[in-house]
Every structure is written in structure tokens, then in C-alpha cells.
């Protein structure tokens, strides 16, 4: 099977650096992607890793490790509107097309 | 270009009734996965399906079930509705290339079951 393991909360303070952990475990690997959800609104994409290293996208990186099994989403200089609930997502498995979703790590910023 | 479309939006049941859940996805995304999300919980795969075939299934018993039909349209059935199923139903769609992590989901239909 597969699974996920994330913190369930974080705290961080406006124009900090936060890092999101995750941690899986899937009996076949192709990726592993990072989602923004917040309160009310749908998931939405962010970052996709299938190799190891550090992927940036502005504000936000994504790192991997494939042979630890380990992400994480790095998020920096904290803006208030990035309080919302954020979800990483293993694609494996028995298949290649499976999206996992880790419960995911809300975030909270405080000014 | 439009989004993922989901109908109902909202909608409250009783125990024992069956639901049925509408998913239009992206134009020219064949893949479409069903997620039920449930406070403090993550997103529990229940099915995914291109080109009118389901190619992988969640650990969900039989009560829930889909169909995808020709234009890439999507349903799913929940039947004896329990309490349990109250939540939010997610719906994403892809190109279903496989080569990317990358979902996008409708605004999700919110279920509740009395």
C-alpha cells in the first residue's frame, strides 16, 4: 500500500521560512507532488518532484529524496494569505496514474 | 478555458438514500479521480478513470461506485448513504499522460447525510 506522513500543524510568522515535511512509503515511485488548499476553496497545485534535488518556483521550493523517502515544500518570505492547508501527494503505487494525498499540514501565520 | 465543474454543489440526504455526483473536467483532459475529503483528514482516493475505463480503484466498499462516459464526463454513485459519507467530494482531472503529479480539481460537492 502507500502512505504519508506530514505534520498535522504549523506555525510560522509573517516573512519568515517555513519547511514542510513528508515522508512516504509506496511500493513503486514516480513523483511526488505539493497542493495549497485553503479554507473553502478546492486543492491546487504547486510543485511536482520525480527526481531528486530542489525544484523552485518563486517563493516556493520542493525537495526530494528518493532514497529516504522524504520531500519537503519550503516556503519563504510569509505572506498572511499563505494560511491554508497544504498537502503532499505520492504518485505510485500499483499505478502510475494513483495520486496519494497525505492528510496534510495546515499552515497558520501570524503577523 | 473552464475548469473542472462540479453539480451539485451542496446537497443533504437521508440514511439509507443514494446520491449520484457530476464532474465535467478540463476540455481534452481524459483522467478523472474522485477524492472524499473529511474534516481533519486528507484527501481518500476513491477511483480514477480514463477513456471510459477505471484503472485504479480506493479502499472504499462497493457502495461507491463511477462511470466515465465518452466525453470524458464523469459520475459517481454512493448507495445505502450512512452517516459516515457525509463530506466533501472532490473531482480532478488530467491529460492522464502519467508524466506529471499535476491534478485539477473542481470546488467539490458537499455531501450530508441525516
Known amino acids: 500500500g502507500q502512505s504519508l506522513e506530514q505534520p498535522s500543524e504549523v506555525t510560522a510568522v509573517e516573512g519568515a521560512i517555513v519547511q514542510i515535511n513528508c515522508t512516504y512509503q509506496?511500493?513503486?515511485?514516480?513523483?511526488l507532488s505539493w497542493y495549497q488548499q485553503h479554507d473553502g476553496g478546492a486543492p491546487t497545485f504547486l510543485s511536482y518532484n520525480a527526481l531528486d534535488g530542489l525544484e523552485e518556483t518563486g517563493r516556493f521550493s520542493s525537495f526530494l529524496s528518493r532514497s529516504d523517502s522524504y520531500g519537503y515544500l519550503l516556503l519563504q518570505e510569509l505572506q498572511m494569505k499563505d494560511s491554508a492547508s497544504y498537502f503532499c501527494a505520492v504518485r505510485g503505487g500499483s499505478s502510475a496514474s494513483k495520486i496519494i494525498f497525505g492528510s496534510g499540514t495546515r499552515l497558520s501565520i501570524r503577523p | 478555458k473552464a475548469g473542472v465543474t462540479q453539480t451539485p454543489r451542496y446537497l443533504i440526504k437521508t440514511r439509507g438514500q443514494q446520491v449520484t455526483l457530476s464532474c465535467s473536467p478540463i476540455?481534452?483532459?481524459?483522467?478523472v479521480s474522485w477524492y472524499q475529503q473529511t474534516p481533519g483528514q486528507g484527501l481518500q482516493f476513491l477511483f480514477e478513470y480514463f477513456s471510459e475505463t477505471q484503472r485504479n480503484k480506493g479502499n472504499f466498499p462497493g457502495r461507491f461506485s463511477g462511470r466515465q462516459f465518452s466525453n470524458s464526463r464523469s459520475e459517481m454513485n454512493v448507495s445505502t448513504l450512512e452517516l459516515g459519507d457525509s463530506a466533501l467530494y472532490l473531482c480532478?482531472?488530467?491529460?492522464?499522460?502519467?508524466?506529471?503529479?499535476?491534478?485539477?480539481f473542481g470546488e467539490g460537492s458537499r455531501l450530508t447525510v441525516l
Open positions: 480532478a482531472s488530467s491529460f492522464g499522460a502519467d508524466n506529471t503529479g499535476e491534478l485539477f
Open positions: 509506496t511500493s513503486g515511485f514516480y513523483g
Open positions: 476540455s481534452g483532459h481524459r483522467s
